[in-house]
């Protein structure tokens, strides 16, 4: 029954990764459907989990310029910055290694750190609004309190001498 739970969710992190790429290109799932001989519908199902045949994943990857295995790993070299190459070929290194409870550590630690990370991130953005206007949270009674303000503004008329 956990294979079940882990499987499902692993379609669900590669359907979300498929749409992050269509996203980033930018393609809309109809222009991707349309060059690899689909309907959008399928691409959709794909990026929500629906298992594809790997042709059909090569096919919507290379749309993206990815290559299945790139995909697979994870990470595009090419997308990795200079000065963090080092550590992703030792992550590679230790995640394809024939030492698995070493690797499933370290794949704990990633998945640990990543649902940090995405809370500080939401948390972060939940800080960075701005409040909302005062006329917004007082609603209707604001209404009242700048049409008084207008009447206590007017322009007083100077008297002739």
């Known amino acids: 029954m956990g294979f079940d739970v882990e499987l499902l969710a692993t379609k669900k992190k590669l359907g979300s990764r498929l749409k992050a790429y269509r996203e980033s290109v930018p393609l809309t799932a109809i222009e991707v459907a349309a060059a690899i001989g689909t309907h959008r519908d399928t691409v959709h199902k794909i990026e929500a989990g629906a298992v594809a045949s790997i042709d059909t994943m090569a096919k919507l990857l290379s749309q993206y310029g990815i290559t299945l295995d790139d ?3 994870g990470f595009r070299d090419k997308d990795i910055p200079e000065d963090q190459k080092e550590e992703h070929r030792k992550l590679k290194r230790i995640l394809k290694s024939d030492f698995k409870a070493q690797a499933d550590v370290v794949r704990a630690a990633i998945d640990s750190t990543y649902d940090k990370i995405l809370t500080l991130e939401a948390a972060k953005k939940a800080t960075d609004r ?7 949270r007082e ?16 322009p007083q008329l100077k008297k002739k001498a």
């Open 71 to 73: 995909f697979l790993a």
């Open 130 to 136: 701005p409040p909302p206007s005062p006329a917004k």
């Open 139 to 154: 609603g209707q009674d604001d209404m009242v309190g700048n049409a008084a303000r207008r009447r206590d503004t007017k």
